[in-house]
């Protein structure tokens, strides 16, 4: 169990009060399953207040936001969740923004600036909780989609200009291989394109929401990874079946070879009987 003490209810905040939101990927999975804290805030993703200004958000897919926790609290809880990370990363990828109480004109997101709410509410943190993590992992997507297109360019090159390509087709399966993951963690299990469970119950957050979205640029960014995602699909398939084609011509070649050798031997074998 992880067991996590509360000290509080949630606080509107007054204006001009700001919190600090900090969304980390730290690993393939995360289980939360077993938390528990008397101020739950919701079970999909799990949500909860450490105490009364503060909320944390755990998501399946390897992400996790703490708004308005210190520094301490921070590694404090990190190193309580580090058992449920699962396949941790090396290194984390990483979110951070400014949340502010501005005034009751509505929500806006400023370029470059702070999250301006109307007030610190559970479903308002949980909608800029669920754009900060998946923002983050496509962060994290998009520098293992490009690690690829440096591996890729080398071969690309080396069949442009000489017209041979990769020995190993080992190498082009492990292209194939890092691409359908990038595929099934964009579309599957993160769902970028997917807006979160709290709109479905709050509708009025639809604006919040939308603006998140249009500055992370949520849609461009996964279009663009598929985009690449197919580039890589395709270019590693031309690669396999140029291998694969060199494979059988140089086995159609090898089978001439022992027809001719046994055609050859047949013949020396009549002659010298003649002898």
């Given at each position: 169990?992880?067991?996590?003490?509360?000290?509080?209810?949630?606080?509107?905040?007054?204006?001009?009060?700001?919190?600090?939101?900090?969304?980390?990927?730290?690993?393939?999975?995360?289980?939360?399953?077993?938390?528990?804290?008397?101020?739950?805030?919701?079970?999909?993703?799990?949500?909860?207040?450490?105490?009364?200004?503060?909320?944390?958000?755990?998501?399946?897919?390897?992400?996790?936001?703490?708004?308005?926790?210190?520094?301490?609290?921070?590694?404090?809880?990190?190193?309580v969740l580090k058992p449920r990370i699962i396949r941790e990363f090396p290194r984390y990828e990483e979110e951070l923004v400014q949340i502010q109480i501005c005034d009751d004109s509505g929500e806006a997101v400023q370029p470059g600036g702070?999250?301006?709410?109307?007030?610190?509410?559970?479903?308002?943190?949980?909608?800029?909780?669920?754009?900060?993590?998946?923002?983050?992992?496509?962060?994290?997507?998009?520098?293992?989609?490009?690690?690829?297109?440096?591996?890729?360019?080398?071969?690309?090159?080396?069949?442009?200009?000489?017209?041979?390509?990769?020995?190993?087709?080992?190498?082009?399966?492990?292209?194939?291989?890092?691409?359908?993951?990038?595929?099934?963690?964009?579309?599957?299990?993160?769902?970028?394109?997917?807006?979160?469970d709290v709109l479905w119950e709050k509708p009025d957050l639809e604006r919040l929401y939308a603006r998140l979205e249009d500055e992370y640029e949520l849609k461009e960014r996964v279009e663009g990874l598929d985009r690449k995602l197919t580039?890589?699909?395709?270019?590693?398939?031309?690669?396999?079946?140029?291998?694969?084609?060199?494979?059988?011509?140089?086995?159609?070649?090898?089978?001439?070879?022992?027809?001719?050798?046994?055609?050859?031997?047949?013949?020396?074998?009549?002659?010298?009987?003649?002898?």
């Amino acid at each position: 169990m992880l067991e996590i003490a509360d000290t509080g209810r949630s606080q509107s905040g007054a204006v001009g009060q700001t919190l600090t939101a900090r969304a980390l990927l730290v690993g393939d999975r995360l289980d939360p399953s077993g938390v528990e804290s008397r101020d739950m805030v919701s079970t999909t993703p799990v949500a909860f207040r450490p105490h009364a200004s503060a909320l944390v958000v755990l998501y399946r897919y390897g992400v996790v936001v703490m708004i308005g926790l210190d520094p301490d609290e921070q590694d404090a809880f990190m190193a309580v969740l580090k058992p449920r990370i699962i396949r941790e990363f090396p290194r984390y990828e990483e979110e951070l923004v400014q949340i502010q109480i501005c005034d009751d004109s509505g929500e806006a997101v400023q370029p470059g600036g702070p999250i301006c709410l109307k007030s610190f509410s559970d479903d308002r943190l949980l909608v800029i909780a669920d754009a900060l993590a998946k923002s983050t992992v496509l962060s994290h997507d998009e520098r293992r989609v490009s690690a690829v297109f440096d591996v890729i360019e080398p071969f690309a090159r080396e069949l442009a200009e000489h017209g041979r390509t990769p020995r190993s087709r080992k190498a082009i399966l492990k292209l194939i291989g890092n691409a359908l993951l990038v595929q099934q963690r964009v579309s599957g299990r993160v769902a970028v394109a997917e807006k979160p469970d709290v709109l479905w119950e709050k509708p009025d957050l639809e604006r919040l929401y939308a603006r998140l979205e249009d500055e992370y640029e949520l849609k461009e960014r996964v279009e663009g990874l598929d985009r690449k995602l197919t580039v890589i699909a395709e270019t590693a398939n031309a690669l396999t079946d140029i291998i694969d084609t060199r494979r059988s011509l140089r086995l159609e070649q090898a089978i001439v070879l022992l027809i001719v050798f046994e055609i050859a031997i047949t013949f020396y074998q009549i002659i010298a009987g003649r002898h």
